[in-house]
């Protein structure tokens, strides 16, 4: 898929404000710092498109952006940082889980992962969730360039073994770099693909 426009449309607190559901929607989330607003900004190649991390305590936003006049991207705030509070973490889950689970044009959640880390307990509960929930995801581990390939590919391997634990199998993986534009096209040409059907 060629990006021809990427505009924001609207920041939101309240899941009852979103834009109408007339579009399919495709939501991107992971752990703080993973290196979402630079995924994001590379993807739809407009710097600056998705601003970059979230403080905590800061209010947390659901930004939907317009790709092509055809599909919203959507950008959740992230999750897992040290220093948030329990009543911040308790927020930030009913708030998500209620976008996750009523939000009727959502066509698939891209989950990021670090790919320079061993598996982590917070991403891992996060995928069991979603795959309770019967919510369609993919995988999408960031920031290749930092390591070697080898190093990327066995982090990967180890994510998808502790997720076999629980499932039968496991979604799709792409192995993104933002720095380097690695990974991109592929996101794009799944998101074509199921836009398609
Ligand atoms: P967010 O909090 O998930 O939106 O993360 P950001 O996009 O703000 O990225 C967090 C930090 O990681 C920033 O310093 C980025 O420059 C860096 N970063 C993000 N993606 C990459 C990448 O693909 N390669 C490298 N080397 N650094 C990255």
């Known amino acids: 898929m060629f990006v021809k426009t990427a505009e924001f449309i609207a920041s939101n607190t309240d899941v009852r404000k979103l834009p109408e559901p007339s579009l399919p929607e495709y939501a991107f989330i992971g752990r703080s710092n993973v290196g979402k607003s630079s995924l994001i900004n590379a993807m739809v190649n407009k710097k600056g498109l998705a601003k970059t991390s979230q403080k905590p305590g800061k209010t947390q936003l659901i930004n939907h952006f317009i790709i092509n006049k055809d599909w919203y991207l959507v950008d959740l705030p992230g999750y897992g940082f040290a220093q948030t509070s329990k009543k911040n973490r308790a927020e930030w889950e009913r708030f998500i889980r209620r976008y996750l689970t009523q939000r009727e044009n959502l ?12 598996p982590q307990k917070i991403d891992l509960e996060f995928c069991c969730w979603l ?10 581990f960031t920031k290749a360039d930092k390591q070697s390939g080898v190093k990327s590919d066995q982090n990967i391997a180890k ?17 993104t770099s933002a720095e380097k534009k690695q990974g991109m096209e592929e996101i794009l040409a799944t998101i074509d693909e199921i836009n398609k059907n």
Do not use: T, Y
């Not at 066509?107 to 061993?118: G, N, T």
């Not at 795959?131 to 999408?140: M, S």
């Open 131 to 140: 795959g309770e929930q019967g919510l369609p995801f993919l995988l999408v």
């Open 159 to 175: 994510f998808r073994k502790a997720l076999l634990a629980w499932f039968e199998d496991v979604p799709s993986i792409f192995l």
């Open 107 to 118: 066509q698939c959640i891209f989950v990021l992962i670090d790919s320079r880390l061993e």
